[in-house]
């Protein structure tokens, strides 16, 4: 989507290397998400920042950690890759309370 | 927190309209009915929001009785490309990025030639 960028697109990595996504946004939203996608589970948050310096842990946010030093990006790290954390992911934008969430079009990340 | 329950699945013919049910009995006062759209290998998008009653825009309606412990998505006139996954949201957008939206799994909608 306009506004919303995520990279890399697709990514594969070992086990026990140390990963980062990054999205990047010119919207200006106060409120950044990230979410992981994985068959049978739906969309679930791992981590959302809602201001530069300030973020707060999802439902799971286990061996992740977030960033944001600058309203427009957002950073992803797997500290120590595992294989149960390939997924898509997603990253997101909002600024309520008007509309909803904008999504960028994923990371597809593959641990091997 | 007002999670949601949808059908996994529905088919729909070319043409008909379709009409998604979701369920959120414990929905709260401060809380927003939205629904996504997602396409394979895409981000979900934005549909329609609303509080109560019904909210029609230029590709659906949103129909939201008294109670609120459910709500209706209706797509008029389905064609193929309307094939998708879709998520019913609930959850207080003031406060959005508190831990309280669940996306659940969604309802996938295939159409049928």
């Known amino acids: 989507d306009a506004g919303i960028t995520q990279s890399p697109r697709h990514k594969v990595t070992e086990t026990g290397t140390p990963v980062t996504l990054r999205c990047h946004q010119t919207?200006?939203?106060?409120?950044m998400y990230w979410y992981r996608q994985d068959p049978g589970h739906g969309l679930r948050l791992i981590h959302y920042?809602?201001?530069?310096?300030?973020?707060d842990k999802g439902e799971v946010s286990d061996g992740y950690s977030v960033s944001r030093s600058k309203t427009e990006d957002f950073l992803l790290t797997l500290e120590s890759a595992t294989s149960s954390q390939t997924s898509v992911y997603f990253c997101?934008?909002?600024?309520?309370?008007?509309?909803?969430?904008?999504f960028g079009s994923g990371t597809r990340l593959t641990v091997v | 927190l007002a999670k949601t329950t949808q059908p996994i699945s529905m088919d729909s013919y070319e043409g008909q309209e379709v009409n998604i049910t979701c369920s959120h009995n414990?929905?709260?006062?401060?809380?927003?009915i939205t629904w996504y759209q997602q396409f394979p290998s895409q981000g979900p998008r934005f549909i329609i929001q609303g509080y109560k009653t019904k909210v029609t825009n230029e590709v659906a309606s949103l129909f939201i009785p008294a109670d609120r412990k459910s709500s209706t998505l209706s797509l008029p006139r389905v064609s193929l490309s309307d094939t998708a996954v879709y998520y019913c949201l609930v959850g207080d957008m003031q406060r959005a990025g508190a831990n309280n939206l669940f996306f659940g799994t969604g309802t996938r909608l295939t159409v049928i030639p």
């Open positions: 414990n929905i709260a006062t401060n809380d927003y």
């Open positions: 919207e200006n939203h106060r409120y």
């Open positions: 920042s809602y201001g530069v310096k300030d973020t």
């Open positions: 997101a934008i909002s600024e309520p309370p008007a509309g909803g969430y904008t």
